[in-house]
């Protein structure tokens, strides 16, 4: 079956401490996306990536990082300079070009000690 | 740049009809999108509008109108499991694989 996998489905981050959130698809895939949700809230977008090697900040990038090394992996850190980080992290991907849909991966919810 | 805005909460009982209405100020984009979200769970894509007029797809439809900035989703026969946040978003045109999100209508369905 083809989907996307997030892991881990909860993780915790100690203070000063970077933490990476995986996001694996097997659908082929161009484009790839990280979004943040906070309680009763939207979606932002932290990066995202149109093909690989290749990926952009989105409208909240500061104190994460990314990496496109893989068509299939787009793996997430927050950084100690994210401030804030508890929150619900949801990748997602899309063929790209003309591609309307984004599938959606099932969240990693991020917590702070 | 793009803004998208839904009521934050609508409740309607078992068997209604529903309407959650999107209004946006955007430069430019392809089509109205919109997702269901159920509480802890992932977005999942419902139904798309690439031009004006209704689209129908079961129980839902949705409604696109350019000229009014304006878009709704339209849930029929309302069923428990309906109750779920949904989301309009679009496609930027000067940026094609950039998405945007409306911040989210909480649908309560009561027996």
């Known amino acids: 079956d083809g989907g996307i996998t997030q892991s881990p489905k909860y993780l915790f981050r100690k203070e000063g401490q970077n933490v990476t959130l995986s996001c694996e698809q097997n659908?082929?895939?161009?484009?790839m996306y990280w979004y943040r949700q906070d309680p009763g809230q939207g979606l932002r977008l932290i990066y995202y990536?149109?093909?690989?090697?290749?990926?952009q900040k989105g409208d909240i990038a500061e104190g994460y990082s990314v990496s496109r090394e893989k068509k299939e992996s787009f793996p997430l850190t927050v950084t100690s300079a994210q401030k804030n980080p508890t929150a619900f992290y949801l990748c997602?991907?899309?063929?790209?070009?003309?591609?309307?849909?984004?599938?959606f991966g099932p969240g990693t919810r991020l917590l702070v000690l | 740049g793009q803004s998208l805005e839904q009521p934050s909460e609508v409740t309607a009982v078992e068997g209604a009809i529903v309407q959650i209405n999107c209004t946006y100020q955007?430069?430019?984009?392809?089509?109205l999108s919109w997702y269901q979200q159920h509480d802890g769970g992932a977005p999942t894509f419902l139904s798309y509008?690439?031009?004006?007029g209704l689209e129908e797809t079961g129980r839902f439809s949705s409604f696109l109108s350019r000229s009014d900035s304006y878009g709704y989703l339209l849930l029929q026969e309302l069923q428990m499991k309906d109750s779920a946040s949904y989301f309009c978003?679009?496609?930027?045109?000067?940026?094609?694989?950039?998405?945007?999100f409306g911040s989210g209508t909480k649908l309560n369905v009561k027996p």
């Open positions: 997602a991907s899309s063929i790209g070009g003309e591609g309307e849909t984004q599938y």
């Open positions: 990536s149109q093909i690989v090697n290749d990926f």
């Open positions: 955007t430069s430019g984009f392809y089509g």
């Open positions: 978003a679009v496609r930027a045109i000067y940026n094609f694989n950039k998405f945007y």
């Open positions: 509008n690439a031009l004006d």
């Open positions: 659908l082929n895939h161009d484009a």
